[in-house]
Protein backbone atom coordinates (compact mmCIF):
# COMPACT_ATOMS: atom_id res chain seq x y z
CA UNK A 1 0.00 0.00 0.00
CA UNK A 2 1.25 3.22 -0.74
CA UNK A 3 2.87 5.38 1.93
CA UNK A 4 2.85 8.90 2.01
CA UNK A 5 4.56 11.34 3.88
CA UNK A 6 4.09 14.64 3.79
CA UNK A 7 6.09 17.80 4.86
CA UNK A 8 6.16 21.60 3.76
CA UNK A 9 6.33 21.63 -0.07
CA UNK A 10 9.10 24.02 -0.55
CA UNK A 11 9.61 24.13 -4.65
CA UNK A 12 6.63 22.96 -6.97
CA UNK A 13 7.04 20.17 -9.33
CA UNK A 14 6.54 16.08 -9.64
CA UNK A 15 9.53 14.23 -9.62
CA UNK A 16 9.75 9.97 -9.75
CA UNK A 17 12.84 8.55 -8.77
CA UNK A 18 14.52 5.99 -7.19
CA UNK A 19 15.02 7.34 -3.61
CA UNK A 20 19.00 7.48 -2.53
CA UNK A 21 19.61 7.94 0.68
CA UNK A 22 22.55 10.44 1.54
CA UNK A 23 23.21 10.06 5.12
CA UNK A 24 21.34 8.18 7.98
CA UNK A 25 19.32 10.94 9.66
CA UNK A 26 21.00 12.57 12.41
CA UNK A 27 24.89 10.82 13.66
CA UNK A 28 24.40 8.76 16.46
CA UNK A 29 27.96 9.00 18.75
CA UNK A 30 28.47 7.29 21.61
CA UNK A 31 31.04 7.66 24.05
CA UNK A 32 34.49 5.47 23.41
CA UNK A 33 37.44 5.15 25.23
CA UNK A 34 41.44 4.82 23.45
CA UNK A 35 43.58 2.82 25.26
CA UNK A 36 46.48 5.08 26.30
CA UNK A 37 49.17 3.42 23.93
CA UNK A 38 46.63 4.47 20.90
CA UNK A 39 46.04 7.97 21.85
CA UNK A 40 48.55 8.81 19.32
CA UNK A 41 47.16 7.28 16.48
CA UNK A 42 43.73 8.56 17.19
CA UNK A 43 44.83 11.83 16.86
CA UNK A 44 45.95 11.24 13.55
CA UNK A 45 43.26 9.64 12.68
CA UNK A 46 41.41 12.58 13.66
CA UNK A 47 43.73 14.81 11.76
CA UNK A 48 43.39 12.82 8.50
CA UNK A 49 39.75 13.15 8.73
CA UNK A 50 39.88 16.95 8.99
CA UNK A 51 42.03 16.87 6.11
CA UNK A 52 39.99 14.33 3.85
CA UNK A 53 37.22 17.10 4.69
CA UNK A 54 38.90 20.14 3.79
CA UNK A 55 39.62 17.96 0.55
CA UNK A 56 35.82 17.40 -0.15
CA UNK A 57 35.20 20.70 0.46
CA UNK A 58 37.66 22.27 -2.13
CA UNK A 59 36.93 19.82 -4.80
CA UNK A 60 33.02 21.35 -4.24
CA UNK A 61 34.26 24.55 -4.33
CA UNK A 62 36.40 23.86 -7.54
CA UNK A 63 33.42 22.25 -9.33
CA UNK A 64 31.23 24.38 -9.07
CA UNK A 65 30.80 26.57 -12.36
CA UNK A 66 31.71 29.71 -12.49
CA UNK A 67 28.70 31.19 -13.23
CA UNK A 68 27.30 30.58 -9.61
CA UNK A 69 26.56 32.92 -7.29
CA UNK A 70 29.06 34.67 -4.68
CA UNK A 71 26.40 33.23 -2.04
CA UNK A 72 27.17 29.53 -2.37
CA UNK A 73 30.79 29.91 -2.91
CA UNK A 74 31.22 32.10 0.19
CA UNK A 75 29.55 29.76 2.46
CA UNK A 76 31.92 27.02 1.21
CA UNK A 77 34.94 29.19 2.02
CA UNK A 78 33.43 29.79 5.66
CA UNK A 79 33.23 26.35 5.92
CA UNK A 80 36.78 25.45 4.79
CA UNK A 81 38.04 28.35 7.46
CA UNK A 82 36.25 26.83 10.43
CA UNK A 83 37.87 23.61 9.68
CA UNK A 84 41.11 25.46 10.51
CA UNK A 85 39.81 27.38 13.56
CA UNK A 86 41.19 25.46 16.33
CA UNK A 87 37.69 24.96 17.98
CA UNK A 88 37.26 22.34 15.76
CA UNK A 89 41.23 21.35 15.13
CA UNK A 90 43.19 21.77 18.31
CA UNK A 91 39.95 21.67 20.80
CA UNK A 92 38.71 17.98 20.31
CA UNK A 93 42.68 16.59 19.88
CA UNK A 94 43.38 18.24 23.59
CA UNK A 95 40.28 15.88 24.56
CA UNK A 96 41.56 13.02 22.86
CA UNK A 97 44.78 13.18 24.81
CA UNK A 98 43.70 14.30 27.96
CA UNK A 99 40.17 12.66 28.39
CA UNK A 100 40.95 9.41 26.30
CA UNK A 101 38.23 10.18 23.78
CA UNK A 102 37.60 8.27 20.49
CA UNK A 103 38.01 11.03 17.33
CA UNK A 104 34.13 10.93 16.77
CA UNK A 105 33.46 11.01 20.54
CA UNK A 106 36.04 13.97 21.08
CA UNK A 107 34.80 16.02 18.09
CA UNK A 108 30.90 15.77 19.29
CA UNK A 109 31.62 16.65 22.82
CA UNK A 110 33.39 19.98 21.34
CA UNK A 111 30.46 20.19 19.24
CA UNK A 112 28.08 20.26 22.41
CA UNK A 113 30.11 22.68 24.17
CA UNK A 114 30.12 25.10 21.07
CA UNK A 115 26.65 25.04 20.41
CA UNK A 116 25.73 25.49 24.19
CA UNK A 117 27.87 28.40 24.45
CA UNK A 118 25.60 30.17 21.31
CA UNK A 119 22.44 28.54 22.74
CA UNK A 120 23.06 30.97 25.68
CA UNK A 121 23.80 33.57 23.95
CA UNK A 122 20.60 33.37 22.13
CA UNK A 123 22.27 35.20 19.65
CA UNK A 124 20.59 35.36 15.80
CA UNK A 125 23.62 35.64 14.07
CA UNK A 126 25.26 33.33 15.74
CA UNK A 127 22.65 30.96 15.85
CA UNK A 128 22.94 30.49 12.15
CA UNK A 129 26.79 29.97 12.72
CA UNK A 130 25.82 27.06 15.58
CA UNK A 131 24.30 25.37 11.63
CA UNK A 132 27.56 25.87 10.17
CA UNK A 133 29.49 24.25 12.76
CA UNK A 134 26.82 21.09 12.63
CA UNK A 135 27.50 20.80 9.03
CA UNK A 136 31.43 21.15 9.46
CA UNK A 137 31.62 18.65 12.16
CA UNK A 138 28.96 16.29 10.86
CA UNK A 139 30.87 15.82 7.41
CA UNK A 140 34.19 15.34 9.61
CA UNK A 141 32.27 12.73 11.69
CA UNK A 142 30.84 10.96 8.81
CA UNK A 143 35.03 10.76 7.36
CA UNK A 144 35.45 8.85 10.68
CA UNK A 145 33.02 6.68 11.05
CA UNK A 146 33.18 5.76 7.10
CA UNK A 147 30.03 6.55 5.83
CA UNK A 148 29.28 8.38 2.47
CA UNK A 149 28.70 11.93 2.74
CA UNK A 150 26.12 14.27 0.78
CA UNK A 151 29.04 15.24 -1.13
CA UNK A 152 32.30 14.44 -1.99
CA UNK A 153 33.07 16.94 -4.78
CA UNK A 154 33.79 13.85 -7.21
CA UNK A 155 30.81 13.54 -10.16
CA UNK A 156 28.95 10.55 -9.14
CA UNK A 157 26.83 9.19 -12.32
CA UNK A 158 24.55 6.84 -9.68
CA UNK A 159 23.10 10.73 -8.37
CA UNK A 160 21.81 10.81 -11.92
CA UNK A 161 17.75 10.75 -11.62
CA UNK A 162 17.54 10.29 -7.91
CA UNK A 163 15.48 11.65 -5.40
CA UNK A 164 17.71 12.70 -2.67
CA UNK A 165 16.67 12.18 1.02
CA UNK A 166 19.07 13.76 3.94
CA UNK A 167 18.68 14.74 7.40
CA UNK A 168 19.44 18.57 5.92
CA UNK A 169 21.35 19.49 2.90
CA UNK A 170 23.60 22.70 2.86
CA UNK A 171 23.44 25.14 -0.29
CA UNK A 172 26.45 24.56 -1.64
CA UNK A 173 25.28 20.40 -1.58
CA UNK A 174 22.32 21.61 -3.14
CA UNK A 175 24.03 22.86 -6.11
CA UNK A 176 26.35 20.41 -6.52
CA UNK A 177 23.77 17.63 -6.54
CA UNK A 178 21.38 19.98 -8.67
CA UNK A 179 24.46 19.60 -11.33
CA UNK A 180 24.79 15.85 -10.87
CA UNK A 181 21.19 15.50 -12.39
CA UNK A 182 19.07 14.78 -9.32
CA UNK A 183 15.76 15.03 -9.89
CA UNK A 184 14.43 16.15 -6.47
CA UNK A 185 15.13 16.31 -3.02
CA UNK A 186 13.20 15.89 0.48
CA UNK A 187 14.76 17.11 3.68
CA UNK A 188 13.99 15.85 7.42
CA UNK A 189 14.28 19.28 8.70
CA UNK A 190 14.72 22.75 7.40
CA UNK A 191 11.78 25.50 6.48
CA UNK A 192 10.59 27.12 3.59
CA UNK A 193 12.99 30.32 3.91
CA UNK A 194 15.67 28.63 4.58
CA UNK A 195 18.83 29.37 1.98
CA UNK A 196 18.04 25.67 0.89
CA UNK A 197 14.82 26.11 -0.28
CA UNK A 198 15.21 29.66 -1.62
CA UNK A 199 17.79 27.54 -4.18
CA UNK A 200 15.57 24.94 -4.75
CA UNK A 201 12.56 27.33 -6.02
CA UNK A 202 15.80 29.37 -8.28
CA UNK A 203 16.87 26.46 -9.90
CA UNK A 204 13.39 24.78 -10.35
CA UNK A 205 14.28 21.58 -8.35
CA UNK A 206 10.92 19.97 -6.66
CA UNK A 207 11.88 19.50 -3.35
CA UNK A 208 10.00 19.21 0.08
CA UNK A 209 11.38 20.21 3.60
CA UNK A 210 10.88 19.28 7.64
CA UNK A 211 9.52 15.65 6.86
CA UNK A 212 10.54 14.64 10.34
CA UNK A 213 11.03 11.49 9.21
CA UNK A 214 11.59 9.36 6.18
CA UNK A 215 14.78 7.14 7.10
CA UNK A 216 12.35 4.04 8.47
CA UNK A 217 9.77 4.18 5.58
CA UNK A 218 11.80 4.40 2.66
CA UNK A 219 13.92 1.69 1.17
CA UNK A 220 17.12 3.05 -0.84
CA UNK A 221 16.68 2.53 -4.28
CA UNK A 222 12.95 1.97 -4.58
CA UNK A 223 10.95 4.49 -6.89
CA UNK A 224 9.26 7.08 -5.40
CA UNK A 225 7.19 10.29 -6.30
CA UNK A 226 7.90 13.74 -5.34
CA UNK A 227 4.97 16.21 -4.97
CA UNK A 228 7.03 19.60 -4.34
CA UNK A 229 3.90 21.31 -5.05
CA UNK A 230 1.28 19.44 -2.34
CA UNK A 231 4.38 18.66 -0.29
CA UNK A 232 4.29 14.86 -0.34
CA UNK A 233 6.30 12.02 -0.92
CA UNK A 234 4.81 8.84 -1.85
CA UNK A 235 6.80 5.26 -1.12
CA UNK A 236 6.08 1.32 -1.91
CA UNK A 237 4.25 2.62 -4.68
CA UNK A 238 1.44 0.19 -6.70
CA UNK A 239 1.10 1.24 -10.05
CA UNK A 240 -2.05 2.67 -10.37
CA UNK A 241 -0.57 6.03 -8.62
CA UNK A 242 2.75 5.47 -10.69
CA UNK A 243 0.13 5.82 -13.88
CA UNK A 244 -1.81 8.54 -12.51
CA UNK A 245 1.43 10.67 -11.56
CA UNK A 246 3.07 9.81 -14.60
CA UNK A 247 0.27 11.38 -15.94
CA UNK A 248 0.01 14.44 -14.15
CA UNK A 249 4.21 14.77 -15.03
CA UNK A 250 3.43 14.75 -18.69
CA UNK A 251 0.85 17.05 -18.34
CA UNK A 252 3.25 19.60 -16.33
CA UNK A 253 5.88 19.51 -18.74
CA UNK A 254 3.31 19.85 -21.35
CA UNK A 255 2.21 22.78 -19.73
CA UNK A 256 5.64 24.03 -19.21
CA UNK A 257 6.02 24.03 -23.11
CA UNK A 258 2.90 25.82 -23.35
CA UNK A 259 3.67 28.47 -21.14
CA UNK A 260 7.36 29.08 -22.57
CA UNK A 261 5.14 30.22 -25.89
CA UNK A 262 3.86 33.12 -23.94
CA UNK A 263 7.43 34.89 -22.86
CA UNK A 264 7.11 37.75 -25.48
CA UNK A 265 3.57 38.11 -24.92
CA UNK A 266 2.26 41.14 -23.22
CA UNK A 267 0.54 40.80 -19.72
CA UNK A 268 -2.67 41.92 -20.37
CA UNK A 269 -5.95 40.72 -19.62
CA UNK A 270 -8.77 39.07 -22.17
CA UNK A 271 -10.63 42.57 -21.43
CA UNK A 272 -7.00 44.60 -22.22
CA UNK A 273 -5.79 46.20 -18.89
CA UNK A 274 -2.23 46.17 -19.23
CA UNK A 275 -0.28 44.57 -16.36
CA UNK A 276 3.13 45.39 -15.34
CA UNK A 277 4.41 41.57 -14.24
CA UNK A 278 7.90 41.99 -12.36
CA UNK A 279 10.00 39.12 -10.46
CA UNK A 280 11.45 39.13 -7.30
CA UNK A 281 15.21 37.81 -7.44
CA UNK A 282 18.09 37.16 -5.14
CA UNK A 283 20.65 35.38 -6.70
CA UNK A 284 22.11 35.70 -10.51
CA UNK A 285 20.39 32.87 -11.41
CA UNK A 286 17.03 34.17 -10.31
CA UNK A 287 18.11 37.19 -12.45
CA UNK A 288 18.68 35.30 -15.91
CA UNK A 289 15.50 33.23 -15.62
CA UNK A 290 13.67 36.43 -14.68
CA UNK A 291 15.02 37.96 -18.06
CA UNK A 292 14.37 34.02 -19.61
CA UNK A 293 10.83 34.53 -18.86
CA UNK A 294 9.79 37.88 -20.11
CA UNK A 295 9.53 39.94 -16.85
CA UNK A 296 8.91 43.70 -17.45
CA UNK A 297 11.18 44.06 -14.86
CA UNK A 298 12.71 43.84 -11.33
CA UNK A 299 9.97 44.47 -8.64
CA UNK A 300 11.88 43.69 -6.17
CA UNK A 301 15.88 42.73 -5.58
CA UNK A 302 16.82 41.39 -2.39
CA UNK A 303 19.77 43.16 -1.53
CA UNK A 304 20.65 41.80 2.22
CA UNK A 305 21.57 38.44 -0.45
CA UNK A 306 25.06 40.05 -0.99
CA UNK A 307 25.64 40.47 2.20
CA UNK A 308 24.93 37.35 3.78
CA UNK A 309 27.23 34.33 4.21
CA UNK A 310 30.50 36.25 4.53
CA UNK A 311 32.68 38.11 7.47
CA UNK A 312 32.93 41.36 6.05
CA UNK A 313 30.28 43.87 4.60
CA UNK A 314 30.52 44.65 1.00
CA UNK A 315 31.73 48.53 0.64
CA UNK A 316 29.86 50.94 -1.69
CA UNK A 317 31.80 50.04 -5.04
CA UNK A 318 30.85 45.88 -4.72
CA UNK A 319 27.37 47.21 -3.94
CA UNK A 320 27.39 49.48 -7.10
CA UNK A 321 29.40 46.62 -9.23
CA UNK A 322 26.27 43.97 -8.16
CA UNK A 323 23.58 46.72 -9.31
CA UNK A 324 25.22 47.42 -12.48
CA UNK A 325 24.90 43.99 -13.29
CA UNK A 326 21.72 43.58 -12.31
CA UNK A 327 20.41 46.88 -14.93
CA UNK A 328 22.85 44.98 -17.54
CA UNK A 329 21.05 42.13 -17.18
CA UNK A 330 17.80 43.57 -17.39
CA UNK A 331 18.68 45.43 -20.48
CA UNK A 332 16.90 48.82 -19.75
CA UNK A 333 13.77 47.18 -18.01
CA UNK A 334 13.61 49.22 -14.78
CA UNK A 335 14.93 47.42 -11.57
CA UNK A 336 13.52 47.94 -7.90
CA UNK A 337 16.47 48.00 -5.48
CA UNK A 338 14.92 46.94 -2.18
CA UNK A 339 17.57 48.29 0.56
CA UNK A 340 19.16 46.11 3.52
CA UNK A 341 16.31 43.98 4.74
CA UNK A 342 18.59 42.18 7.45
CA UNK A 343 17.85 41.03 10.85
CA UNK A 344 15.20 38.47 12.33
CA UNK A 345 15.97 35.23 10.24
CA UNK A 346 18.01 36.87 7.64
CA UNK A 347 21.63 37.59 9.28
CA UNK A 348 24.60 38.72 8.50
CA UNK A 349 27.65 40.31 10.26
CA UNK A 350 26.19 43.90 10.30
CA UNK A 351 23.36 42.82 11.93
CA UNK A 352 22.27 43.24 15.26
CA UNK A 353 23.71 41.40 18.04
CA UNK A 354 21.69 41.87 20.92
CA UNK A 355 20.12 39.40 22.33
CA UNK A 356 16.43 39.58 21.50
CA UNK A 357 13.33 37.21 22.22
CA UNK A 358 11.49 38.44 19.30
CA UNK A 359 13.71 39.24 16.14
CA UNK A 360 11.06 39.93 14.05
CA UNK A 361 9.85 42.61 16.13
CA UNK A 362 13.41 43.85 16.51
CA UNK A 363 15.82 46.14 15.04
CA UNK A 364 15.76 44.75 11.24
CA UNK A 365 15.30 46.13 7.69
CA UNK A 366 14.99 49.90 7.69
CA UNK A 367 15.36 49.73 11.75
CA UNK A 368 18.37 48.65 11.47
CA UNK A 369 20.10 50.87 9.09
CA UNK A 370 18.87 53.97 10.75
CA UNK A 371 20.13 52.65 13.91
CA UNK A 372 23.88 52.33 12.12
CA UNK A 373 23.91 55.35 9.05
CA UNK A 374 27.22 53.94 8.77
CA UNK A 375 25.89 50.32 7.05
CA UNK A 376 22.84 52.11 5.47
CA UNK A 377 24.60 55.29 3.78
CA UNK A 378 26.92 53.42 1.58
CA UNK A 379 24.31 51.59 0.41
CA UNK A 380 22.19 54.65 -0.87
CA UNK A 381 25.07 55.97 -2.19
CA UNK A 382 25.70 52.47 -4.35
CA UNK A 383 21.80 52.56 -5.21
CA UNK A 384 22.00 56.30 -6.28
CA UNK A 385 25.01 56.23 -8.29
CA UNK A 386 23.48 52.82 -10.21
CA UNK A 387 20.49 55.35 -11.17
CA UNK A 388 22.74 56.95 -13.36
CA UNK A 389 23.12 54.30 -15.43
CA UNK A 390 19.77 52.81 -16.04
CA UNK A 391 15.79 52.64 -14.64
CA UNK A 392 16.64 52.24 -10.75
CA UNK A 393 13.92 52.45 -8.42
CA UNK A 394 14.87 52.47 -4.67
CA UNK A 395 12.58 50.85 -2.01
CA UNK A 396 12.33 50.55 1.31
CA UNK A 397 11.46 47.79 3.46
CA UNK A 398 9.43 47.25 6.78
CA UNK A 399 8.14 51.03 7.36
CA UNK A 400 5.63 51.71 9.98
CA UNK A 401 6.13 55.30 10.98
CA UNK A 402 5.42 58.87 9.64
CA UNK A 403 8.70 59.84 11.30
CA UNK A 404 10.60 56.95 10.44
CA UNK A 405 10.07 57.63 6.63
CA UNK A 406 10.76 61.22 7.30
CA UNK A 407 14.07 60.01 8.65
CA UNK A 408 14.79 57.91 5.51
CA UNK A 409 14.17 60.56 3.01
CA UNK A 410 16.01 63.00 4.79
CA UNK A 411 19.05 60.67 4.97
CA UNK A 412 18.36 60.13 0.86
CA UNK A 413 18.12 63.98 0.44
CA UNK A 414 21.46 64.30 2.52
CA UNK A 415 22.92 61.11 0.14
CA UNK A 416 21.81 63.29 -3.26
CA UNK A 417 23.67 66.41 -2.01
CA UNK A 418 27.23 65.02 -1.01
CA UNK A 419 26.91 63.27 -4.71
CA UNK A 420 26.57 66.15 -6.01
CA UNK A 421 29.85 67.91 -4.14
CA UNK A 422 31.42 64.60 -4.91
CA UNK A 423 30.61 65.14 -8.83
CA UNK A 424 29.14 61.46 -8.99
CA UNK A 425 26.19 61.23 -11.26
CA UNK A 426 22.74 59.99 -10.29
CA UNK A 427 19.34 60.43 -11.55
CA UNK A 428 17.36 62.82 -9.05
CA UNK A 429 13.88 61.90 -10.01
CA UNK A 430 15.14 58.16 -9.09
CA UNK A 431 11.77 56.91 -7.53
CA UNK A 432 11.75 56.12 -3.60
CA UNK A 433 8.46 53.64 -2.99
CA UNK A 434 8.51 51.81 0.63
CA UNK A 435 7.22 48.19 1.23
CA UNK A 436 3.89 47.73 2.95
CA UNK A 437 4.04 44.88 5.56
CA UNK A 438 3.02 46.06 8.76
CA UNK A 439 -0.56 46.06 9.89
CA UNK A 440 -0.33 49.90 11.05
CA UNK A 441 1.15 51.30 7.76
CA UNK A 442 -1.17 49.43 5.69
CA UNK A 443 -4.09 50.76 8.10
CA UNK A 444 -2.44 54.22 7.16
CA UNK A 445 -1.06 53.81 3.92
CA UNK A 446 -2.10 57.21 2.53
CA UNK A 447 0.58 58.71 4.89
CA UNK A 448 2.97 56.53 2.93
CA UNK A 449 1.43 57.16 -0.43
CA UNK A 450 1.15 60.93 -0.53
CA UNK A 451 5.62 61.33 0.63
CA UNK A 452 6.37 57.55 -1.53
CA UNK A 453 6.47 57.30 -5.16
CA UNK A 454 5.69 54.04 -5.07
CA UNK A 455 4.36 51.36 -2.64
CA UNK A 456 4.41 47.62 -2.85
CA UNK A 457 3.03 45.10 -0.50
CA UNK A 458 5.04 43.09 1.23
CA UNK A 459 2.26 39.85 2.00
CA UNK A 460 4.47 37.42 3.57
CA UNK A 461 5.53 40.06 6.65
CA UNK A 462 1.98 41.15 6.40
CA UNK A 463 0.63 38.01 7.15
CA UNK A 464 3.22 37.09 9.64
CA UNK A 465 2.54 40.24 11.64
CA UNK A 466 -1.52 40.50 11.13
CA UNK A 467 -1.73 36.68 12.23
CA UNK A 468 0.49 37.02 14.57
CA UNK A 469 2.49 33.80 13.49
CA UNK A 470 6.37 33.94 12.78
CA UNK A 471 6.84 33.42 9.10
CA UNK A 472 9.63 30.56 10.19
CA UNK A 473 8.14 28.83 13.05
CA UNK A 474 7.22 25.18 11.40
CA UNK A 475 4.36 24.57 13.84
CA UNK A 476 2.19 27.42 12.86
CA UNK A 477 2.54 27.86 9.19
CA UNK A 478 -0.99 26.00 8.98
CA UNK A 479 -2.14 29.27 10.27
CA UNK A 480 -0.80 31.22 7.47
CA UNK A 481 -3.50 32.40 4.96
CA UNK A 482 -4.22 35.10 2.45
CA UNK A 483 -7.72 35.02 2.25
CA UNK A 484 -7.79 35.43 6.09
CA UNK A 485 -10.69 38.38 6.07
CA UNK A 486 -8.52 40.77 8.38
CA UNK A 487 -5.39 40.18 5.51
CA UNK A 488 -7.86 40.99 2.60
CA UNK A 489 -9.00 44.11 4.25
CA UNK A 490 -4.99 45.58 5.02
CA UNK A 491 -4.85 44.80 1.29
CA UNK A 492 -7.61 46.09 -0.19
CA UNK A 493 -6.95 49.55 2.23
CA UNK A 494 -3.56 49.84 0.43
CA UNK A 495 -4.59 49.64 -2.71
CA UNK A 496 -7.28 52.25 -2.49
CA UNK A 497 -4.69 54.76 -0.82
CA UNK A 498 -2.81 54.05 -3.83
CA UNK A 499 -5.46 54.87 -5.95
CA UNK A 500 -6.64 57.87 -4.10
CA UNK A 501 -3.06 59.75 -4.15
CA UNK A 502 -2.30 58.70 -7.63
CA UNK A 503 0.62 56.46 -6.12
CA UNK A 504 1.47 53.22 -8.06
CA UNK A 505 0.83 49.83 -5.71
CA UNK A 506 2.81 46.52 -6.54
CA UNK A 507 3.01 43.22 -4.48
CA UNK A 508 5.45 41.21 -3.84
CA UNK A 509 4.97 39.15 -1.21
CA UNK A 510 4.52 35.00 -2.43
CA UNK A 511 0.66 36.15 -2.75
CA UNK A 512 1.39 38.04 -5.85
CA UNK A 513 2.62 34.84 -7.25
CA UNK A 514 0.18 32.26 -6.41
CA UNK A 515 -2.38 32.00 -9.39
CA UNK A 516 -4.92 31.29 -6.64
CA UNK A 517 -5.22 34.68 -5.74
CA UNK A 518 -4.41 36.85 -9.86
CA UNK A 519 -7.97 37.39 -10.01
CA UNK A 520 -8.82 38.63 -6.68
CA UNK A 521 -5.91 40.99 -7.06
CA UNK A 522 -6.54 41.98 -10.50
CA UNK A 523 -10.69 42.93 -9.25
CA UNK A 524 -9.02 44.69 -6.12
CA UNK A 525 -7.22 47.08 -8.49
CA UNK A 526 -4.05 45.91 -8.32
CA UNK A 527 -1.95 46.25 -11.92
CA UNK A 528 1.82 45.47 -10.63
CA UNK A 529 2.47 42.00 -9.62
CA UNK A 530 6.24 41.16 -8.36
CA UNK A 531 6.57 37.53 -8.21
CA UNK A 532 9.15 34.57 -8.12
CA UNK A 533 10.60 34.14 -11.86
CA UNK A 534 9.59 30.62 -11.89
CA UNK A 535 6.25 31.48 -11.32
CA UNK A 536 5.84 34.18 -13.79
CA UNK A 537 4.54 32.88 -17.11
CA UNK A 538 1.63 30.59 -14.87
CA UNK A 539 0.84 34.36 -13.78
CA UNK A 540 0.78 35.94 -16.81
CA UNK A 541 -1.28 32.96 -18.69
CA UNK A 542 -3.97 33.93 -15.68
CA UNK A 543 -3.63 37.34 -16.04
CA UNK A 544 -4.15 36.85 -19.93
CA UNK A 545 -6.91 34.84 -19.54
CA UNK A 546 -8.90 37.07 -16.80
CA UNK A 547 -11.92 39.55 -17.68
CA UNK A 548 -12.18 42.28 -14.88
CA UNK A 549 -15.01 43.54 -15.83
CA UNK A 550 -17.17 40.67 -15.10
CA UNK A 551 -15.69 39.92 -11.47
CA UNK A 552 -17.26 42.85 -9.36
CA UNK A 553 -20.15 40.84 -7.61
CA UNK A 554 -18.20 37.84 -6.88
CA UNK A 555 -15.25 40.00 -5.31
CA UNK A 556 -17.36 41.96 -3.28
CA UNK A 557 -18.80 39.14 -1.72
CA UNK A 558 -15.36 38.14 -0.72
CA UNK A 559 -14.27 41.22 0.79
CA UNK A 560 -17.73 41.76 2.37
CA UNK A 561 -17.59 38.07 3.96
CA UNK A 562 -16.05 37.20 7.17
CA UNK A 563 -16.98 33.80 7.20
CA UNK A 564 -13.55 31.64 5.80
CA UNK A 565 -15.53 29.02 3.84
CA UNK A 566 -17.92 31.52 2.00
CA UNK A 567 -15.01 33.20 0.90
CA UNK A 568 -13.33 29.76 0.14
CA UNK A 569 -16.03 28.83 -2.48
CA UNK A 570 -16.72 32.28 -3.89
CA UNK A 571 -12.95 32.35 -4.87
CA UNK A 572 -13.32 28.85 -6.15
CA UNK A 573 -16.37 30.06 -8.11
CA UNK A 574 -14.56 33.70 -9.28
CA UNK A 575 -11.52 30.84 -10.88
CA UNK A 576 -13.44 29.07 -12.56
CA UNK A 577 -15.37 31.72 -14.79
C1 LIG B 1 7.38 40.26 2.06
O1 LIG B 1 7.52 40.40 3.28
O2 LIG B 1 6.30 39.96 1.53
C2 LIG B 1 8.54 40.44 1.15
C3 LIG B 1 8.39 40.42 -0.15
O3 LIG B 1 9.76 40.60 1.71
P1 LIG B 1 10.63 39.41 2.35
O4 LIG B 1 9.98 38.11 1.98
O5 LIG B 1 11.99 39.55 1.79
O6 LIG B 1 10.55 39.72 3.81
MG1 LIG C 1 9.23 41.39 4.05
Redesign the pocket.
Known sequence: MTITISGTGISRGIAIGRAQRLDDGELEIYEAAVPRELIEDEVARFRRAVRTARQQLKAIRNSIPENTSADITDFIDTHLLMMEDSMLTAAPVELIRHKQYSAEWALKVQRDELARVFDEMDDPYLRTRKDDIDHVVTRIQRILIGEKTATHGDHDDTLHGAIILAHDLTPAETVLLQHQGIAGFVTESGGP?SHTAILARSLGLPAIVGTHTTSHQVRDGETVILDGGRGLLLADIDARTLKEYRRQQREQKKRQTELKRLRNEPAVTADNVPVNLLA?VELLEDIRIARLSGADGIG?Y?T?FIFMNRDDVPDEEEQLEHYLSLIRTMKGLPVTI?TL?LGAD?DCIAADKRSCSNPALGLR?IRLCLSQPELFRPQLRAILRASARGPVQMMI??LSSASELDQVLAMVEETRRQLSEDGLPFDRNMPVGG?I?VPAAALSAGLFARKLDFL?????????YALAID?VDDSVTYLYDPLHPGVLKLVRMVIEAGHRHMTPVAM????AGDVRYTRLLLAMGLRQF?VPPTALLEVKDTIRRSHTDTYAKLVKRILDSDDPEQIHATLDALNEL
Not at 456 to 464: A, H, P, R, V, Y
Open positions: LNLRERDKAPMMESIGTNDLIQRCGEMS
